[in-house]
């Protein structure tokens, strides 16, 4: 079992910068792939990046591709999010996911994180 916890999110400009964290709990997160998803109003949950279980292989949804990085720290059970030169259109709820294969989410979700980008 992982229970995981995000952490970070809130109000930014566009153009500004934001960082969301997703502790997790259980020794076997080290094993597991994770990834970050979000949900804006009205529209489905979609991927936003992911990494593998030893961090060394990365993916990013085009949209975030150059602005986003995600990277984990296995010894803190921490993944996280940095998001720079952010955009009204990333306004949404972002979810931490664990146990992703091939960018299909995992059972494991946070209960996400608000994200609201101001204009």
């Known amino acids: 079992q992982v229970q995981l916890v995000e952490s970070g999110g809130g109000l930014v400009q566009a153009g500004g910068s934001l960082r969301l964290s997703c502790a997790a709990s259980?020794?076997?997160?080290?094993?597991?792939?994770m990834g970050w998803f979000r949900q804006a109003p009205g529209k489905e949950r979609e991927f936003v990046a992911a990494r593998n279980w030893s961090g060394t292989i990365t993916y990013y949804a085009d949209s975030v591709k150059g602005r986003f990085t995600i990277s984990r720290d296995n010894a803190k059970n921490t993944v996280y999010l940095q998001m720079n030169s952010v955009k009204p259109e990333d306004t949404a709820v972002y979810y931490c996911?664990?146990?992703?294969?091939?960018?299909?989410?995992?059972?494991?979700w946070g209960q996400g994180t608000q994200v609201t980008v101001s204009s």
């Open positions: 259980g020794r076997t997160f080290s094993s597991y792939a």
């Open positions: 996911n664990a146990g992703l294969v091939n960018l299909v989410p995992g059972r494991y």
